[in-house]
């Protein structure tokens, strides 16, 4: 059965609670939710509602009072929009005295037979003290289903829940004032298949009937977050925190104004009827409400320390990513430029630390990459990276072998490749943060389950291995998305790889104490010889013992997988490409720390191992001094799947890391598989062997080396004679043609930062 069911609420209340007043709130039972809930009495509706009477009813704001009793039985039955209801949702808040029978009608209709009147329709509440299911037809009651038996002497106050369903009507029985469940009860009818709804009472004491709320069948729910699992938060005003001293709520954030509660759904309920005020925050446990340490260091500005800044106070979200990134851009403004380098699919900013000191132009040496967290909720992957941004730039000028690197290296830092998905996991729910931000299921808000897993992403051999890898389902954690690419941080990454050509790189992840190198695809044969087994295992040497006491561990692959940043990088521009799997995923603070510090080895050994070699560093240009854009072929290292590793568009320049030591020769080939250029080189351990390359005519520019792996920018100015550029995106590429951002179609417009191969309606 996949209908959604009406809902219908109806409290009813003794003359005395009617001049009390109303409650304050309209709230409903626990688990569910009455901003889906139509009402039709309640103290938002201001106009009385036509209503099908018997007895001496009249309706004042929030409440319907019955101020007459009939021996013969009373009711109210509402005469409004979406009735008559044939399948449907009851739900009730009734006070009633103890000896008389009372409960909500539905599927109800009133028959007159010349001055006799007659009701028919099924009545769910207690009679003579037991809570039933009953269809009452005229002056003849049946009972269809009998349960426990309501324990109060004069004054009950009952909360029932009804669904109807063609000839089924369930039903669940609240306590009106704890909310503590008193039963269920389940029947099967088919005399009365519609009618309206409403009260019924039969007994010898008034009652009031607070509130009528109904939800009509296959009404769609509106776009909005949803809480998961058992706890609800709910915002409060601080200063009316007393209130809730004797309900089941912990107080798991503060501020001057507004305080967050923990409860459960009952909880919730209670909370909602003393304060009305209160507002539900759908959040389900995130960092921000679990971690107190988090709250701390978030409500402060960066804290500096004498020799950078605080980076181990807690974790950290995109704001205070940003934040600190930019602190030490402007603290260390020789070292350390910021950039942003794109967009994620939400908007949010994705921030690199550039990193170099020294006199050699920073474009004139090779380039390296750090990068983390392209899992959001993979919190130390990204306080991995950050640890490398800052320690860089506090020991550019202090430790000599810091100084070094960042002399002879540019380093590229980007901590927080997902963005999107750590906010979510940080703010929003802890069952979410993994995959990106992308609304894959099209109900306009961030759900647990939406999203992109980014490293399934990337464009080489993406979903090559099936199933078994990635995933086509957008539910599952390993979606890989609807196409190699697809997702704007995933180009992101790839326009900056395509302009800088990093010579090394490191992506940082957790749990499972190993270094992963390329190619992870067992289908994917491995250049050979391989230079990338002996680099990982130099990382895993210079990390050394991790906080299990174990160290890094070499591998080739965890399980199967494609669709991964590292091999795109080997791929499409022959970088010794890493992934480092830290030992533990978001532990308490120390041992973080303990970690984060351990784990520095890694990218200190790959920087370490780039600028000792054996390797290449050299530039391609033509006769007259122009950079030359040209495939670079190393003779005595073989590819197998295609590669065509090119140098750098702007300035022809290249690098290759090798296998070993010893003579080379190194190739420029043209377009039409024919040699350019050639030149033996002597490769020894003192580093980087320096190749200079010219050729005797133009060869045309590109910054695209194979279209199946270039991001969507580098392939559409390879097709205009252009260079790739690292920053913010220019253009979509829709029905095999490039498309200037923001160009307006009948179809939408381009935005790339939402989704570069489609027309957007942003």
């Known amino acids: 059965m996949t209908r959604a069911l009406p809902l219908l609420l109806c409290l009813i209340a003794s003359p005395a609670q009617a001049k009390a007043g109303p409650e304050a709130v309209e709230s409903g039972v626990p688990a569910l939710d009455p901003r889906d809930e139509t009402p039709i009495v309640a103290k938002a509706v201001a106009k009385p509602v036509a209503a099908e009477t018997a007895g001496a009813w009249s309706q004042q704001p929030g409440q319907v009072v019955l101020d007459k009793v009939e021996k013969a039985g009373a009711w109210w039955l509402a005469a409004h929009g979406e009735g008559p209801l044939q399948d449907g949702f009851v739900r009730g808040r009734i006070a009633f005295d103890g000896k008389d029978a009372a409960g909500l009608a539905v599927r109800a209709k009133v028959e007159r037979i010349d001055k006799l009147t007659f009701f028919h329709g099924y009545v769910v509440g207690p009679s003579k003290g037991r809570l039933e299911i009953r269809r009452v037809q005229g002056g003849a009651s049946t009972t269809l289903a009998a349960g426990a038996t309501v324990g109060c002497k004069s004054t009950c106050s009952l909360e029932i829940a009804v669904w109807m369903v063609g000839p089924h009507l369930a039903a669940q029985f609240f306590d009106g004032e704890t909310l503590k469940p008193l039963g269920s009860l389940v029947a099967s009818d088919a005399a009365l298949p519609s009618g309206l709804f409403g009260v019924r009472h039969q007994g010898g004491q008034p009652m009031a009937c607070r509130g009528l709320w109904v939800r009509k069948a296959n009404t769609p729910l509106p776009p909005r ?8 938060y709910l915002a409060v005003p601080a200063g009316q925190l007393a209130v809730l001293d004797d309900l089941d709520t912990k107080v798991v954030s503060r501020s001057e104004s507004e305080a967050i509660v923990q409860t459960g759904s009952a909880g919730k309920e209670a ?84 990193l170099h000191h020294g006199g050699q132009p920073e474009d004139a040496v090779p380039q390296v990459l750090i990068n983390g967290a392209h899992h959001g909720v993979e919190l130390a992957a990204l306080e991995f990276a950050i640890d490398g941004c800052a320690y860089l730039a506090e020991h550019a000028e202090t430790d000599p072998e810091v100084s070094d690197w960042l002399q002879r290296l540019t380093v590229w830092c980007v901590p927080l490749v997902n963005p999107d ?15 990106n931000g992308r609304d894959t299921d099209g109900n306009g808000r961030p759900d647990p389950t939406d999203g992109v897993d980014l490293n399934r992403n990337y464009p080489y051999r993406w979903h090559t291995l099936g199933e078994g890898a990635s995933h086509s389902d957008p539910r599952r954690a390993w979606y890989r998305g609807p196409r190699a690419g697809s997702e704007p941080e995933t180009q992101t ?31 994917a044969p491995d250049p050979e010889p391989n230079e990338a ?15 299990n006491g174990r160290h890094f561990t070499v591998k080739r692959r965890l399980y199967p997988v494609d669709g991964v940043d590292q091999d795109w990088h080997r791929a499409a521009h022959g970088t010794s490409a890493f992934l480092v799997e830290g030992t533990l995923t978001n532990p308490g603070m120390e041992r973080l720390r303990k970690m984060v510090v351990a784990t520095r080895g890694t990218w200190m050994g790959l920087l370490q191992r780039t600028l ?48 070993a030591t010893g003579s080379f020769d190194v190739d420029v080939v043209g377009a039409d598989g024919k040699t350019l250029a050639t030149q033996k080189v002597e490769v020894g351990s003192a580093g980087l062997a320096q190749v200079e390359l010219t050729i005797a005519g133009a060869q045309p520019a590109t910054s695209c080396s194979r279209a199946d792996l270039c991001a969507v920018d580098s392939l559409c100015a390879a097709e205009t004679g252009s260079c790739a550029v690292a920053g913010p995106a220019r253009f979509c590429r829709i029905d095999g043609r490039c498309v200037a951002r923001g160009s307006q179609s009948p179809a939408g417009r381009c935005n790339p930062d939402r989704d570069p191969w489609t027309w957007s309606s942003t």
């Open 225 to 232: 977050a949803g809480a998961l699992g058992r706890m609800r």
């Open 493 to 523: 990454m790839l326009r900056l790889a395509d302009d800088r050509r990093f010579l090394t790189s490191v992506s940082f992840h957790t749990q499972a104490n190993a270094i992963l190198v390329p190619y992870t695809i067992p289908q």
């Open 421 to 435: 998905g750590n906010h979510l996991y940080v703010h929003v729910s802890k069952h979410g943060g993994r995959k």
């Open 271 to 354: 909370v909602l009827r003393r304060l009305p005020e209160a507002r539900e925050v759908f959040a389900d446990e995130p960092l921000s409400f679990r971690d107190a340490s988090f709250r701390a260091a978030a409500a402060k500005p960066v804290v500096p320390t004498p020799t950078g800044f605080v980076t181990d106070a807690s974790y950290k979200d995109p704001a205070m990513t940003e934040a600190l990134l930019r602190a030490y851009a402007q603290r260390f403004p020789k070292v350390a430029q910021l950039v942003e380098i794109g967009k994620s699919r939400q908007g949010r900013s994705i921030w690199a630390l550039k």
């Open 612 to 659: 000792a070699g054996p390797g290449l560093w050299g530039r391609v240009r033509d006769s007259q001094g122009r950079p030359v854009s040209a495939e670079i072929r190393v003779r005595q290292v073989a590819t197998k799947d295609g590669e065509r590793w090119t140098s750098r568009c702007q300035d022809g320049r290249f690098g290759r890391m090798l296998p």
């Open 533 to 547: 087994w002996s680099i990982a295992e130099a990382m895993a040497q210079r990390a050394g013992p991790q906080v």
